[in-house]
């Protein structure tokens, strides 16, 4: 089975560009929960997605931050006029069921934008 | 706020010692805490994990305590090995209104395993 498959795993960007960062979960998968990593810190939760619906977005910014998980293809985060303070590591987790986080959540390789 | 915190940001070892990765949290409620392994340009990686209910679980080489009077828990690896070296990463695992589950990450110990 493959896992959880972020893409790209790099993205350079210019400030005032937009950036899309892709998430398959892993197969069978309905869940989907972004993350994001700034340089030396612990990741931080952005948002958790069921499919076509958005449960808790509490730690998205209120701006320029927008994810979706349609009911066919990839989740997306969807970043708008990036800055520099965007610049991090972004993780996806994905699990088969809500509640469940402990060894069924399975992060992927995470998608490293940068600003510039 | 609430928040996971750890006590050392780097951590060196020997080949062979024994390593122990403290974390201290803040929230008394909280029940649910996992450990997390890090390797560089990595995704997090499950290492083990802790209920309330317990105060120690076993792995593979690895032991997890917890101190709930003093809102403290800690990793400890047998025998640490040069694969071990990594960023490691305790967290608080709470549930979402609505479903889900959301993690809450400390800082992170970097561990530096020496030849």
């Known amino acids: 089975n493959a896992g959880v498959m972020q893409n790209p795993r790099h993205l350079v960007r210019r400030r005032g560009q937009e950036a899309r960062l892709r998430c398959s979960p892993m197969k069978g998968h309905s869940h989907v929960y972004w993350y994001r990593q700034l340089p030396e810190e612990g990741l931080k939760f952005m948002v958790y997605l069921q499919k076509e619906n958005i449960i808790d977005e509490s730690g998205m910014p209120k701006e320029r931050f927008s994810a979706e998980f349609p009911k066919e293809g990839p989740s997306i985060l969807r970043i708008q006029q990036v800055v520099r303070g965007d610049s991090a590591a972004y993780f996806c987790?994905?699990?088969?069921?809500?509640?469940?986080?402990?060894?069924?959540?399975?992060f992927g390789q995470g998608t490293r934008l940068t600003v510039v | 706020g609430e928040s996971v915190g750890l006590h050392l940001p780097t951590l060196s070892v020997q080949e062979g010692d024994n390593s122990i990765i403290n974390c201290a949290y803040s929230n008394s409620a909280s029940d649910y805490f996992i450990w997390y392994k890090q390797e560089s340009g990595k995704g997090p990686q499950f290492i083990i994990d802790?209920?309330?209910?317990?105060d120690k679980r076993q792995g593979q080489r690895v032991t997890v305590l917890l101190n709930k009077t003093v809102k403290h828990l800690s990793l400890q690896i047998a025998a640490t090995q040069p694969g071990d070296s990594a960023v490691y990463f305790c967290a608080e695992n709470s549930e979402i209104t609505g479903g889900g589950n959301k993690l809450t990450f400390g800082t992170g110990t970097q561990l530096k395993v020496e030849l």
């Open positions: 802790i209920r309330s209910n317990m």
């Open positions: 987790a994905s699990s088969p069921l809500q509640g469940i986080m402990n060894t069924e959540a399975f």
